[in-house]
């Protein structure tokens, strides 16, 4: 069993910077992934970016993140991280973090590849 808690929304006006935390607790084994999914009312759960270790770790982020969203890890804590710049109203959402075990690669970008949800926090980007 995984633990999963986020932290870190809140309401910015747009150009602003948050950051959001995701701490995992319990047994996730040497394969794994993190990631961080949003979903805005009315519209599906969208993948943003995710964190893997298989052998080495991997980083992925979502086309319309890339540049200004970047996920990183502390491994002491086994708290990913999702630094997030320029955020714009479209990027008003629920963030929620996810941990999937023995995650392939293509199911990285998937969130039925994530069993572990945590409860979600919600970013609000307006002026």
């Known amino acids: 069993q995984v633990q999963v808690a986020e932290s870190g929304g809140g309401l910015v006006h747009p150009g602003g910077s948050l950051r959001l935390s995701c701490a995992a607790s319990g047994s996730t084994g040497n394969q794994y992934a993190m990631g961080w999914f949003r979903q805005a009312p009315g519209k599906e759960r969208e993948f943003v970016a995710a964190?893997?270790?298989?052998?080495?770790?991997?980083?992925y982020h979502a086309e319309s993140v890339k540049g200004r969203f970047t996920i990183s890890k502390d491994n002491a804590k086994n708290t990913v991280y999702l630094q997030m710049n320029s955020l714009q109203p479209e990027d008003t959402a629920t963030y929620y973090c996810a941990v999937g075990t023995n995650i392939i690669t293509s199911m990285v970008y998937n969130s039925r590849g994530y069993r572990y949800w945590g409860q979600g926090t919600q970013v609000t980007v307006s002026s």
């Open positions: 964190w893997r270790r298989s052998g080495g770790t991997t980083v």
